[in-house]
């Protein structure tokens, strides 16, 4: 049973570059949250995609985008990078009962580099 | 959404002593999870505490939730080398929503 995978495992952009990482939840689920964590900081969520919508969002620009396929797989799009968007990103997924939460479950993250 | 603050935000330690965390927020909440991140590594979920006073024990680590539900504390007792890393309290909300707490970065001397 394979957990939460993402991709690529390390990226280096430049700034005003575009960037997608990917992710493919837990199998089971049908949420997935992104988070960037800086270094030395918590993970602050950026938003939730569950049903192929974007449910919930964070304080983050528009600049942040995503998407969710029917395999429940999701996308994270950030254009015009900034040094400042150099960062973890992390994927969560979980369950989406509507009910008491469940817990995440993180992927290993994608180091995003911005030069 | 609500904002949970953590303290310490560094506590090293000498291997077989005790360490404690504290999860601290102005307004009541719904619930809270504590995770764990090892160094280079992701979060990892440890514990869901959700009734006021709750009380969790795994091995070594106790979890309590306060009875006003504001605060909650993470005690490791007799520290391992295997403890550190940073752990994190979240607040969930509206349903599946994760707000994490600075997370307290714990090292233990051998």
């Known amino acids: 049973d394979a957990g939460v995978t993402q991709s690529p495992t390390h990226l280096i952009k430049t700034r005003g570059q575009q960037v997608t990482l990917r992710c493919s939840p837990k199998?089971?689920?049908?949420?997935v949250s992104w988070y960037q964590q800086a270094l030395g900081q918590g993970p602050q969520f950026i938003f939730q995609?569950?049903?192929?919508?974007?449910?919930q969002r964070g304080n983050f620009p528009d600049r942040f985008s995503g998407h969710q396929f029917p395999n429940y797989s999701s996308e994270l799009n950030v254009n015009a990078l900034l040094l400042g968007d150099s960062a973890l990103y992390l994927c969560?997924?979980?369950?989406?009962?509507?009910?008491?939460?469940?817990?995440?479950?993180f992927g290993q993250g994608t180091r995003l580099t911005v030069v | 959404g609500q904002q949970v603050m953590q303290i310490p935000q560094y506590q090293h330690v000498q291997e077989g002593e005790d360490f404690t965390t504290y999860c601290n927020s102005s307004?009541?909440?719904?619930?809270i999870q504590w995770y764990k991140q090892r160094p280079g590594g992701h979060p990892v979920f440890l514990i869901q505490?959700?009734?006021?006073?709750e009380v969790k024990k795994q091995k070594r680590l106790t979890f309590q939730f306060g009875e006003a539900k504001k605060n909650s504390s993470l005690h490791i007792t007799a520290t391992q080398t295997t403890d550190v890393g940073t752990y994190f309290c979240?607040?969930?909300?509206?349903?599946?929503?994760?707000?994490f707490g600075s997370g307290t970065k714990l090292n233990v001397k051998p």
């Open positions: 969560a997924s979980s369950l989406g009962t509507g009910a008491l939460a469940t817990e995440a479950f």
């Open positions: 199998s089971g689920h049908d949420t």
């Open positions: 995609y569950y049903e192929e919508e974007e449910r």
């Open positions: 307004t009541t909440l719904s619930n």
């Open positions: 505490l959700v009734k006021s006073g």
């Open positions: 979240a607040e969930i909300y509206n349903f599946n929503k994760f707000y």
